[in-house]
């Protein structure tokens, strides 16, 4: 693994998207730093970890910089995604547009609920979960997403890690403690609201 921070991984995702709204041939570090809310030097230490200097004066050719980037965050090919838990937040999950813009496909939703299990969300089919380690090493997905009740949170995470999945994006409110060779980020809804609680509370 190449030896770049995470804050920088979080900011090059950002200036990807700021380049794939950006409609001329060069951009200039000023640009994308406007676009992503950062100081123009910041993004200028960020790309040189891609090896990229900008032309002063002109800036960066926005194509092969948004390609480096990409290259760089492992989404030259699109990159399955599979969901488990097929509930309200999972199903909408499923339905999200914007997977595919960013390089991702969902290829699999999981579930353990019988009255579920067959029925196609999205136009996707819900599958049992004893078939997630059979897909997972099949490589029919490399990152999952945990949609699941918070009880059933560290089974799933379990069986992802014995199947190999080593990226996990869990939306369910419960801590998870990850093996070391498992990336997880956690998306915990409810902490988000109440921190924006408290700055609606303190804004004055």
Known sequence: ?????????????????????????????????????????????????????????????????????????????????????????????????????????VTGLYDIDPDKVGQTVQGFPIRHLDLLDEDARAGLFAIAIIATPAEHAPDVLDRLGQAGVRSILNFAPAVLRPPSAVEVRNVDLSTELQILSFYRTHRH
């Open 1 to 105: 693994m190449r030896d770049i921070p995470r804050a920088t991984v979080g900011r090059l995702a950002r200036y990807l998207q700021s380049l794939a709204e950006y409609g001329r041939p060069t951009v200039s570090s000023e640009e994308i730093a406007e676009a992503v809310g950062v100081n123009a030097a910041q993004v200028r230490r960020d790309l040189s970890y891609l090896g990229h200097q900008g032309v002063r004066g002109v800036g960066y050719d926005a194509e092969h910089l948004r390609g480096a980037i990409m290259r760089e965050l492992g989404l030259l090919e699109t990159v399955g995604v599979a969901i488990i838990g097929v509930g309200h937040l999972g199903q909408a999950l499923a339905g999200y547009g914007g997977f595919l813009d960013r390089g991702f496909s």
